[in-house]
């Protein structure tokens, strides 16, 4: 059955506020990584979005999925219990890798510019579909076309060599292709905000463990985390913990229910902007012209592979 148009524009709705929450954590993401490292920091705001979860969850009724046959005995209830477990670790796992990726390699680039590159899901996401045999038309071509040409502008430099910043982000983009797909089947069959509140809890602890093997993880790292001061991660870790984690990963789920994969990809690229926007705003990162150059045109692929459709035709129609 079609979702009807007042759920198209609440899922809408929620996927813009997914990309503005995201774009200006960027710059949060790059002052908390820096303080505190790479792993420990996500694993501090990735509890910290976990836990501000909680009381949603007795607001949607605690774990509870949804059912899909109403009449179920318990031991039925159980099974689909252990079912929304197994999607949140699925979730979580794929989670940190793209933010693992994502959040070291913002240490060698900047936030506006990582922004773009992970937004190379919205290239992968429908180029996903031909191993599936799901039709592409030549819209895709341009826009993976156009999108190249701006990866080169903005990420390689002198030698044709991509910076091992970027190639983190690069990379980053494929597990982000792989979370847009996943939460693209499980978001329509287990309730949203305890999917969200698993994921970001597995993702919290695998970062603990690599927190704790790369970055020699302690108590002075959780103090550095909440302290107020001018050293301190406070601000960073609250932004980017509650807004950028609690809410914004909630709403993607939640956005996701009403928008296929490939339109929820489109609107969620827009974060891109909103990054340029706060490295600017925060952090005082101007893009030079070639950059920008790189990042229009990876903005104007970006929007050539979703908005053109698959039977599109320059012949004129009789």
């Keep these: ?24 954590a960027f710059a949060a993401q790059r002052l908390g990584g820096k303080a505190l490292g790479s792993f420990s920091f996500n694993a501090i705001r990735f509890t910290v979005g976990s836990l501000s979860l909680v009381p949603l969850l007795f607001v949607f009724r605690g774990f509870g999925a949804h059912r899909t ?6 031991s039925g209830e159980r099974i689909t219990i252990l079912q929304l477990l197994f999607a949140g670790l699925v979730c979580g796992l794929v ?49 993976a076309t156009l999108a190249a040409c701006g990866l080169y502008l903005m990420s390689v430099r002198s030698g044709f060599m991509v910076s091992f910043g970027d190639g983190l982000e690069i990379l980053s983009a494929v597990f982000w292709t792989a979370h847009i797909l996943v939460l693209g089947l499980f978001s ?22 690599a927190a704790l093997v790369a970055e020699n993880f302690s108590a002075d790292t959780i103090a550095l985390a909440f302290s107020p001061g001018p050293d301190g991660s406070l601000i960073p870790v609250l932004y980017s913990g509650i807004c950028s ?17 490939g339109p929820a990809a489109l609107i969620m690229s827009l974060e891109a902007v909103f990054a340029a926007i706060g490295g600017w705003l925060v952090l005082g990162e101007i893009m030079d012209a070639r950059a920008l150059a790189g990042a229009a045109l990876m903005l ?12 599109f035709s320059f012949r004129a129609r009789r």
């Excluded at 059955?1 to 506020?17: A, D, V």
């Excluded at 287990?190 to 463990?209: R, T």
């Design 245 to 261: 984690i609690g809410i914004a990963y909630t709403l993607q789920i939640f956005g996701q229910k009403g928008v296929a994969p």
């Design 188 to 209: 329509q069959k287990f309730n949203a905000v305890a999917l969200a509140c698993i994921q970001n809890l597995v993702c919290a602890l695998l970062s603990f463990g």
């Design 300 to 311: 104007a692929g970006m929007l050539a592979a979703q908005i053109i459709p698959a039977d």
């Design 1 to 24: 059955m079609k979702k009807n148009t007042p759920e198209k524009i609440r899922s809408y709705l929620f996927l813009c506020i997914t990309a503005l929450l995201w774009g200006f």
């Design 95 to 143: 989670l940190f890798f793209g933010s693992s990726l994502q959040q070291v390699g913002m240490i060698w680039t900047e936030a506006g510019k990582a922004a773009f590159l992970t937004g190379l899901y919205i290239i992968f996401v429908p180029v996903s579909g031909l191993f599936v045999g799901k039709k592409q038309g030549w819209g895709l071509g341009l826009g």
């Design 69 to 74: 046959k109403p009449n179920t005995a318990e």
